[in-house]
T-cell receptor, first 113, second 109 residues
Framework: GAGVSQSPRYKVAKRGQDVALRCDPISGHVSLFWYQQALGQGPEFLTYFQNEAQLDKSGLPSDRFFAERPEGSVSTLKIQRTQQEDSAVYLC???????????FGPGTRLTVL | RKEVEQDPGPFNVPEGATVAFNCTYSNSASQSFFWYRQDCRKEPKLLMSVYSSGNEDGRFTAQLNRASQYISLLIRDSKLSDSATYLCVVSPWDDKIIFGKGTRLHILP
């Protein structure tokens, strides 16, 4: 079956631009997580959805970051007025429920110039 | 103390050797523990969950020490294909998950 997919795989943005990153989780997976991974670091938790409910957004670094999952499946992470420090790989993961085995997508590599 | 700490390595280990990593965590109430593997420029993939009684999967053994707040991963008879970054993952509660920065392992032929 299909795994988690993310698009675009690569995104180059000029400083100040808005970007939208998409995640298609595995069908039927209740839980969806977003992470930010800088070079040489482990993934840093951003936010968590259970179905359409955003249960934890404590990891979002600023109010420029916004995530939604309106129908409980596809999710979008939006970053407004991008800054250079936003450059990273953004990983999406889904799981049948909770934090048990998470299946990661290939990530979106964002470069802000 | 950081929430989850790992030795970043790299560990350079000859093929066939045994290698062990530790990972310490700060929240004594943590409930779930995992080891993930991440290859260069790839996404993390679950290697194994870590249970209180310890668990083994082939050449891999994971242990949990709640008293000292650490988990360990032991790899026996290491293969070239084991070269990767190993991420320690701790979940204090059901919707919170914290990754360590990872330990890089290089298996040398």
């Amino acid at each position: 079956g299909a795994g988690v997919s993310q698009s675009p795989r690569y995104k180059v943005a000029k400083r100040g631009q808005d970007v939208a990153l998409r995640c298609d989780p595995i069908s039927g997976h209740v839980s969806l997580f977003w992470y930010q991974q800088a070079l040489g670091q482990g993934p840093e938790f951003l936010t968590y959805f259970q179905n359409e409910a955003q249960l934890d957004k404590s990891g979002l670094p600023s109010d420029r970051f916004f995530a939604e999952r309106p129908e409980g499946s596809v999710s979008t992470l939006k970053i407004q007025r991008t800054q250079q420090e936003d450059s990273a790989v953004y990983l999406c993961a889904s799981s049948p429920s909770g934090v048990n085995e998470q299946f990661f997508g290939p990530g979106t590599r964002l470069t802000v110039l | 103390r950081k929430e989850v700490e790992q030795d970043p390595g790299p560990f350079n280990v000859p093929e066939g050797a045994t290698v062990a990593f530790n990972c310490t965590y700060s929240n004594s109430a943590s409930q779930s523990f995992f080891w993930y593997r991440q290859d260069c420029r790839k996404e993390p993939k679950l290697l194994m969950s870590v249970y209180s009684s310890g668990n083994e999967d082939g050449r891999f053994t994971a242990q949990l020490n709640r008293a000292s707040q650490y988990i360990s991963l032991l790899i026996r008879d290491s293969k070239l294909s084991d070269s990767a970054t190993y991420l320690c993952v701790v979940s204090p509660w059901d919707d919170k998950i914290i990754f360590g920065k990872g330990t890089r392992l290089h298996i040398l032929p």
